[in-house]
């Protein structure tokens, strides 16, 4: 397996490409099709999947644009990348409020996802075990996706703080829970890749994270 990374949207999203057997999947094109793109045909990868870890617009600006050139013909049938989004942020790859484009003034191309998933499965994609883990509390369906020793996070957690919760559908009780009682709880020393800013490690936000200040609620179950 192979990882990538690029900046993309407004606000210096971080979007990965993971890579394996000339095969790829994307989490979170916030924007800059472009330069996602040009990475997926230097490497001459067939693109299989864009994944989001939710449907914010910094995270979803790019995927309409990358599902039209990943579509190709294979054996006389058209091949389309699949794209994937926990089912509670659906709403948000069609409704420019509530992705916050309309705020941001961002242009985000209205799309339809392909797959729906609750939190809990694990899919093979591009010949790797993906598994999908629903952490809301930045949003609604937030989810953060292990693949391997690695953690593509999205905006639930970041190096020593957290997403925000004051937009739409956002709950910091919520987001608690998902970091301390979901996150924390996994056994193991993940690298966590965020949504923004650098990456960091599942011991050091277990001890160091400022969520940790305040008293945790009792367990949400999804």
Not at 7 to 30: A, H, K, L, M, W
Not at 139 to 161: A, L
Request: net charge negative.
């Amino acid at each position: 397996m192979n990882l990538f990374h690029l900046y993309t949207s407004s606000i210096q999203t971080n979007t990965y490409i993971v890579e394996n057997n000339r095969r790829c999947f994307v989490v979170d094109p916030g924007g800059n099709a472009d330069a996602v793109w040009e990475l997926i045909e230097d490497r001459k990868d067939k693109l299989d999947a864009i994944i989001l870890t939710h449907g914010h617009f910094d995270h979803i600006g790019g995927v309409a644009e990358l599902k039209r050139r990943g579509t190709r013909v294979k054996n006389g049938e058209i091949v389309e990348p699949q794209i994937i989004i926990h089912r509670l942020d659906a709403d948000k790859t069609r409704d420019s409020k509530k992705n916050l484009s309309i705020v941001s003034g961002e242009i985000v191309e209205k799309f339809v996802p392909d797959l729906l998933v609750n939190g809990g499965e694990t899919l093979k994609i591009i010949g790797l075990d993906v598994k999908f883990i629903h952490t809301p509390g930045h949003s609604k369906g937030s989810m953060c996706v292990i693949v391997g020793n690695k953690i593509f996070v999205g905006d639930t957690i970041f190096f020593m703080s957290y997403g925000r919760t004051d937009f739409y559908d956002g709950s910091y009780k919520e987001l608690k829970n998902s970091i301390v009682n979901k996150l924390f709880a996994l056994e193991g020393n993940y690298t966590l890749l965020t949504g923004h800013g650098d990456p960091t490690t599942m011991d050091f936000e277990r001890k160091n994270n400022l969520i940790l200040e305040e008293k945790v609620d009792a367990p949400i179950e999804d």
